[in-house]
Nanobody, 116 residues
Framework: QVQLVESGGGLVQPGGSLRLSCAASGIIFSMYAMGWYRQAPGKQRELVAGVSSSGGRTNYVDSVKGRFTISRDNAKNTVYLQMNSLKPEDTAVYYC?????????WGQGTQVTVSS
């Protein structure tokens, strides 16, 4: 069965960094576009960053441009989100999503808390 397992979340002070990982199994990873989403309490889930199946194209929500970097390693079936200069408003549960031709899968999420 398909599994997406996120890791790397935690508590970090404002201005700090975290690197999230999402390891995929049960799919041909290199055929799927991947995305990182987040959901803060009381808010809708939003797309934070996306990367094409080859890794050649990326996109970001405006609020994280210049601070977050999405990347993937198709040999390791893993997508990453490097988060720098973290702000309290980045606090949320972060989810990865695999998407191919409208078929998609979600991970279980990892909590990121930015607080002093």
């Amino acid at each position: 069965q398909v599994q997406l397992v996120e890791s790397g979340g935690g508590l970090v002070q404002p201005g700090g960094s975290l690197r999230l990982s999402c390891a995929a199994s049960g799919i041909i990873f290199s055929m799927y576009a991947m995305g990182w989403y987040r959901q803060a309490p009381g808010k809708q889930r939003e797309l934070v960053a996306g990367v094409s199946s080859s890794g050649g194209r990326t996109n970001y929500v405006d609020s994280v441009k210049g601070r977050f970097t999405i990347s993937r390693d198709n040999a390791k079936n893993t997508v990453y989100l490097q988060m720098n200069s973290l702000k309290p408003e980045d606090t949320a549960v972060y989810y990865c999503k695999a998407n191919k031709d409208g078929n998609y899968y979600w991970g279980q999420g990892t909590q990121v808390t930015v607080s002093s």
